[in-house]
């Protein structure tokens, strides 16, 4: 099993670095957003002068300062940015034959399937692990703001953002692969992640605090996987006292979210290869449904 | 596995295949692409299933391969049962596609490594294989290239080399040489009798080329309309026709050949035409030097004689009462996925060769 899928992630590894604009492209928005948007843009100076220092942390739920609790938000971000890619590979093995190839071997479904989710959410990590670090950089560039971290972080707090990460990026892999095995045409799935970009991001709380929304607003940002993982990273980070749960809780409602979308990519991926089998020569079949 | 009774000498049997599309979404009857389908294939033999596009060849070459399951029917492949036993039956038979399945992003060696890893195998132990498929097709040269820069008959030679790459004994090839030009078509022929001839691999190839049917097959299962015509070798077959034609055309003012002819023993039917005669007879290349000398003792001078064989495609107009359609004109398959067995409709199942897209 394990060979199968080593096998099938070397492929897509192959590919991946003769065109590296895919990552390139992924990339670029959330490292913009860093040093373009969260540069210009800071809720705390928004606030009157009089205020003190104690109430904008509190307002920004224990981040010291406005760039550090955005750049959080920026690490979910940009792995949902990155996974939006994730079901090209799908489309383009479903219309080049490919799928069929690999369907036909002994291989089993469920190693197809890992390969594809595995690659692709490692692909999806990349990003966010390169934003922590630029967001760290920056706070020693002088004139910029950059992620500053409180000093009293636990093992345990480091090993849950990582956790954070890894279950979000496997979340927003599974939901685009589920597009792209249910996708015919590479246009239509552009077209449906798109349209999913701007709410994913506008309804979480990655940017600012969900406080000031309204109160239908705040139960959407509740339950977005963005503002479930963006907490259990805030919350161990810069302490959880703001938080109405603990970091385990949010944790639980993201691994809960990745093992919905899993199935059901999983389902999709299934159904896909079941009828993806008999298509040949579109002269013969016509295009595949 | 196989609970029927056969002949240990066939590796493939299908039994009374039915196959059925669904209706399409802008209404009309489901199409049955294979229906009612039972044949054998035996052991080492190069076998063909010949018919025009649409008839149902890739249908049935889906389901003996594992990838389609029948609507109804048994198939079994080197004694098993292609549904039950899927995986097993994959691990034992090579699949040629008529389509490109190659990752055009990567070499042609890689993508034989790929392949090899799917069948469970390590690229350190399969290392030596690979250079032998590759020999095998002619593609050692250019196997570090992009299958992108390759033609489409180096194309085809790869996809052949993948299917080939964990040793089948049975080796699957739909429609092998479409699209490939006289030359190409000619060096995949000598790979596919190199198969059966050097490792005794049993071939099962469908084909809409006649020509291709009659030069490469031990024999031949004739498919039109999803059901099989006719069985048998391309001799066979022709046989059926009653055998050869002789032309005989005379010198102008010559007497009459017929009642000469007719006294020639094995000579089956005599026809007048314009300025000649055909003679029907079993053996035509036998019965030249006869024709010849009892006109001569007649006194008749013969300008011109030829032996004319059978066609399949002759064969194929005598089967079906209309001509072969060639390429292109198959348009009519149903543009909607197939159905699991439990899903089609018994309602659905009405013959209709227009109710695709």
Known sequence: MYREIVSLMRREYLKWIRAPTWVISGLLSPVLYLVLFGQAFDLAKLLPPNVPGSTIVRVLLGAPNYFSYFAIGMVAFAAATAAMFSGTGVIFDKQLGIQQRIISTPTSRGAIFSAYLLFRGVLTLIPAFLVIGLALLLAYVPGLAGLTVPSGV??????????????????????FLAFGFSAGKIESYFGVVTILQLPILLTSNAMYPSGTMPPWLQHVVAVNPISLAVNVMRANLFGASGYPYSPGIYLAGLVGWAAVLIALASFLAYRSFQSGVVRSDPGEWGPAP | MSSTATDSADVICADDLRVVYPAGKRGGTGTRAVDGVTFRVRRGEIFGFLGPNGAGKTTTISVLTTLLAPSSGRATVAGLDTTVSAPEVRRRIGLVFQSSTADSELTGRENLTLEAGLYGFSPAEIAPRIEEVL??????????????TYSGGMRRRLELAAGLIHDPKIVFLDEPTLGLDPQGRAGFWRYIRDLRDTEGITVFLTTHYLEEADQLCDRIAIIDHGQIIATGSPGELK??????TLSVRTAPGAGDLEPVVRAIPGITAVLREDGGYRLKCARGDALVSKVVLAAQSAGISIEQLAVHKPSLDEVFLELT????REEGTGADEPAEGPVPPAAASPTATAPSKHGGA
Do not use: C, N, P
């Open chain 1, 154 to 175: 636990t093992g345990l707090g480091l090993a849950e953002v990582l956790l954070a990460i890894l279950t979000l990026s496997l979340a927003f892999t599974a939901l």
């Open chain 2, 135 to 148: 020999r095998r097709v002619e593609l050692s040269a250019v196997a570090d290239r992009l299958v992108s």
């Open chain 2, 239 to 244: 046989d059926r026709m009653g055998g050869d």
């Open chain 2, 321 to 324: 009462g209309h001509a072969y």
